[in-house]
């Protein structure tokens, strides 16, 4: 992952991330959410009970020293009382790609939707992959 210079809100863009994000967590039986900390961060994520289990995939758009990226970033974390555990994601398992090939122009919104779906497909099969034994406690 190339050095992080900061989030970026990306209001053409980010209608088609959420309708796919949205679908992609339907289509999964999965949660879906929209967070903004400076700029918007989607969020799917699977609960598991009774444990408190969570897998998630975070999807936001940075720009780095490279230009400007959106990025998939998996995760797992687990509340153990008041404790937290959780897996840091690594830069091995962040799917990152240049806004460039995202198009929100008409003619290509669902060829858009469809490689945001797909690189979701990819991260989320990242987040499954995690396993409860690596999880570390956060300080």
């Known amino acids: 992952m190339s050095g992080f ?13 959420a309708q796919a994000v949205e679908s992609f967590a339907r289509e999964h039986d999965l949660r879906f959410d929209l967070w903004h900390q400076n700029a918007p961060i989607w969020v799917v994520w699977k609960e598991t009970k009774p444990d408190d289990y969570v897998r998630e995939v975070q999807v936001a758009a940075f720009r780095t020293r490279d230009g400007e990226a959106l990025f998939f ?6 509340f153990d009382g008041e404790k937290l555990k959780s897996t840091p994601a690594t830069p091995t398992n962040i ?16 060829s858009t939707r469809q490689k ?6 990819q991260a989320w099969s990242g987040a499954e992959a995690f396993r409860k034994s690596e999880l570390t406690e956060q300080l």
């Open 116 to 121: 945001i779906q797909q690189l979701l497909e």
């Open 73 to 78: 970033i998996p995760h797992a974390y687990q």
């Open 95 to 110: 799917i990152q790609r240049p806004l460039q090939i995202f198009s929100p122009a008409q003619e290509e919104v669902e």
């Open 5 to 17: 210079e900061g989030p970026l809100d990306i209001p053409l863009l980010g209608s088609l991330v």
